[in-house]
């Protein structure tokens, strides 16, 4: 549902990307001229390391 917001610069004209990768991670969405990264996550991920590492990498 989010994608169809901001997809096609609906979103004030801002620009995203969906599904980037970035080193060995693959990110959500993307703004890259803010450097904004949006990345959503299911209750699964609430107590996962690999996960908090990634967060903090970031």
């Given at each position: 549902?989010?994608?169809?917001?901001?997809?096609?610069r609906?979103?004030?004209?801002?620009?995203?990307?969906?599904?980037?990768?970035?080193?060995?991670?693959?990110?959500?969405?993307v703004?890259?001229?803010?450097?904004?990264?949006?990345?959503?996550?299911?209750?699964?991920?609430a107590d996962?390391?690999?996960?908090?590492?990634?967060?903090?990498?970031?």
């Amino acid at each position: 549902m989010l994608w169809q917001v901001i997809r096609d610069r609906k979103l004030e004209g801002h620009k995203f990307r969906r599904q980037v990768p970035l080193g060995r991670y693959i990110l959500d969405f993307v703004w890259l001229n803010a450097k904004l990264i949006v990345d959503l996550d299911g209750s699964q991920h609430a107590d996962n390391t690999p996960d908090k590492a990634r967060d903090a990498h970031f």
